[in-house]
């Protein structure tokens, strides 16, 4: 056993030579902006004092585990938050933060102050609610060396992560030149509609990066946004006997219309485009001309221009539906309420971009694997939408059964998700006394 921790050891520290070598070698002909993130990631991987604090992070991982558990068993469904918010500023203020409050949106805000007057700012965020309702049970159960609970991984991890990262750069006395604003974010699943992250950016103006930690692998970053528009329709008619009034229009086959020409959008595979009709609903009886129908829609791409495109045939066909109700029985009963319920916004931050760019080292450094960029829908979508620098990191840890009550989590290698958010946080906030920050201050006005 001894000399395969030995051998860990060495395999770990010859990817951190091999990225400071690396990072060395090509200094020469990179970009400004890429020389600033080589000229960090050199400096904060060669510093004994990091080297230290990644090994008190790998020793914390049982205590992160443990806090992870903790954090999943207190209830916190969609809009109810509020407990979960309470518990976790009380950890941050005994984390030192006696400053730590809840703002009008329900996030709970940390700031750690660097040395460099305020900028540049970097959010780590993780998000506090589940996609369970309320009245769920979130007792955390173990099984076949298994950690099962809603919202274990989801993002109970991340929580977790974001305490044992401040715990570790308290310890090490780690002060970086940047801000760092640490945030237990609401309103990320579901119907939150990205509620708590739109507040933060509405009512802070000086923030340069965002990083969210939500998911668990540590070699996938998301650099780009999937947007999605959700809407919930509601057919409306005059309703009746199915014999006796025998010729007034069905909400339902009004709604059934709909569906199947909705059926036949075509979407471009790239960028990727998708649709569905997730849920269904109406009528009285099995004898009765429905009054009422409701249906559901999901829309989602990676480009705003194509769900803006999508959005605008498919809410046209839905009218075109309607009035063929309305035409197939000379009539003009049929009405639809539509209703937009979900809303977030594409935007993708740039492989070029010092916030992917000291990730993919941080990673490398951390895992010895490439780190793969990927899309997704996440917090980071608003940030991305207004221009910000903005990635989400996994967690660490491997899992799964995503948004069901028997999600499943094992602490496997975990440590390397708070070790990589780390190092990507000295890169881009820079370490007092040995880095300059590679995160750019954003100007006025961008």
Same mark, same amino acid.
Request: hydrophobic share 40%; with cysteine; glycine share 10%.
């Given at each position: 056993?001894?000399?395969?921790?030995?051998?860990?050891?060495?395999?770990?520290?010859?990817?951190?030579?091999?990225?400071? !070598?690396?990072?060395?070698?090509?200094?020469?002909?990179?970009?400004?902006?890429?020389?600033?993130? %080589?000229?960090?990631?050199?400096?904060?991987?060669?510093?004994?004092?990091?080297?230290? /604090?990644?090994?008190?992070?790998?020793?914390?991982?049982?205590?992160?585990?443990?806090?992870?558990?903790?954090?999943? &068993?207190?209830?916190?469904?969609?809009?109810?938050?509020?407990?979960?918010?309470?518990?976790? @500023?009380?950890?941050?203020?005994?984390?030192?933060?006696?400053?730590?409050?809840?703002?009008?949106?329900?996030?709970?805000?940390?700031?750690?102050?660097?040395? $460099?007057?305020?900028?540049?700012?970097?959010?780590?965020?993780?998000?506090?609610?589940?996609?369970?309702?309320?009245?769920?049970?979130?007792?955390?159960?173990?099984?076949?060396?298994?950690?099962?609970?809603?919202?274990?991984?989801?993002?109970?991890?991340?929580? &977790?992560?974001?305490?044992?990262?401040?715990?570790?750069?308290?310890?090490?006395?780690?002060?970086?030149?940047?801000?760092?604003?640490?945030?237990?974010?609401?309103?990320?699943?579901?119907?939150?509609?990205?509620?708590?992250?739109?507040?933060?950016?509405?009512?802070?103006?000086?923030?340069?990066?965002?990083? #969210?930690?939500?998911?668990?692998?540590?070699?996938?970053?998301?650099?780009?946004?999937?947007?999605?528009?959700?809407?919930? =329709?509601?057919?409306?008619?005059?309703?009746?006997?199915?014999?006796?009034?025998?010729? !007034?229009?069905?909400?339902?086959?009004? =709604?059934?219309?709909?569906?199947?020409?909705?059926?036949?959008?075509?979407?471009?595979?790239?960028?990727?485009?998708?649709?569905?009709?997730? /849920?269904?609903?109406?009528? /009285?009886?099995?004898?009765?001309?429905?009054?009422?129908?409701?249906?559901?829609?999901?829309?989602?791409?990676?480009?705003?221009?194509?769900?803006?495109?999508?959005?605008?045939?498919?809410?046209?066909?839905?009218?075109?539906?309607?009035? *063929?109700?309305?035409?197939?029985?000379?009539? %003009?009963?049929?009405?639809?309420?539509?209703? @937009?319920?979900?809303?977030?916004?594409?935007?993708?931050?740039?492989?070029?971009?010092?916030?992917?760019?000291?990730?993919?080292?941080?990673?490398?450094?951390?895992?010895?694997?490439?780190?793969?960029?990927?899309?997704?829908?996440?917090?980071?979508?608003?940030?991305? #939408?207004?221009?910000?620098?903005?990635?989400?990191?996994?967690?660490? $840890?491997? $899992?799964?059964?995503?948004?069901?009550?028997?999600?499943?989590?094992?602490?496997?290698?975990?440590?390397?998700?708070?070790?990589?958010?780390?190092?990507?946080?000295?890169? !881009?906030?820079?370490? *007092?006394?040995?880095?300059?920050?590679?995160?750019?201050?954003?100007?006025?006005?961008?």
């Amino acid at each position: 056993m001894r000399m395969i921790h030995s051998k860990m050891r060495m395999c770990a520290a010859g990817a951190l030579a091999a990225l400071v !070598l690396a990072a060395s070698a090509v200094k020469a002909e990179t970009p400004a902006a890429s020389l600033a993130v %080589d000229t960090a990631a050199e400096a904060v991987l060669a510093n004994a004092n990091v080297r230290k /604090t990644l090994d008190d992070i790998k020793a914390a991982d049982e205590a992160t585990f443990a806090d992870q558990k903790t954090i999943a &068993a207190v209830p916190s469904s969609p809009y109810k938050e509020k407990v979960r918010a309470e518990y976790y @500023l009380k950890r941050m203020q005994e984390l030192g933060f006696k400053d730590a409050t809840i703002d009008a949106e329900g996030n709970v805000i940390a700031l750690r102050k660097g040395t $460099g007057g305020g900028r540049p700012r970097l959010v780590v965020a993780a998000h506090l609610d589940t996609v369970f309702p309320e009245g769920t049970d979130f007792t955390v159960k173990e099984k076949d060396g298994m950690v099962l609970a809603p919202g274990i991984g989801d993002d109970s991890r991340g929580l &977790a992560v974001l305490l044992t990262l401040i715990k570790a750069m308290n310890s090490n006395g780690l002060a970086t030149v940047g801000d760092i604003m640490f945030v237990g974010n609401v309103g990320e699943e579901e119907l939150g509609n990205l509620r708590g992250v739109k507040a933060l950016f509405r009512d802070h103006h000086d923030i340069d990066g965002f990083i #969210s930690i939500d998911g668990l692998g540590v070699s996938r970053i998301v650099n780009q946004g999937t947007g999605s528009h959700r809407y919930e =329709m509601t057919f409306k008619g005059p309703g009746g006997h199915s014999f006796q009034e025998f010729g !007034l229009p069905s909400a339902i086959h009004a =709604m059934g219309r709909a569906i199947a020409k909705i059926a036949d959008l075509k979407t471009p595979a790239e960028p990727r485009t998708t649709f569905t009709v997730g /849920t269904v609903s109406g009528g /009285t009886s099995v004898n009765a001309i429905a009054s009422q129908a409701k249906m559901a829609v999901d829309m989602r791409s990676n480009s705003t221009e194509e769900l803006l495109k999508l959005e605008a045939r498919l809410l046209d066909l839905v009218k075109q539906a309607v009035a *063929d109700e309305n035409a197939r029985w000379g009539s %003009d009963k049929i009405s639809v309420d539509i209703k @937009l319920i979900g809303d977030r916004p594409a935007g993708v931050t740039a492989a070029e971009s010092p916030i992917v760019q000291a990730t993919q080292r941080a990673v490398t450094a951390v895992s010895g694997v490439q780190a793969k960029l990927v899309g997704s829908s996440t917090d980071s979508n608003q940030a991305m #939408s207004l221009g910000i620098p903005a990635i989400t990191i996994g967690g660490g $840890g491997e $899992g799964g059964n995503w948004h069901s009550v028997n999600e499943w989590y094992r602490n496997v290698n975990a440590y390397q998700g708070p070790q990589n958010a780390l190092l990507a946080i000295l890169m !881009l906030s820079g370490l *007092d006394g040995v880095s300059k920050p590679a995160l750019p201050v954003r100007q006025a006005g961008n």
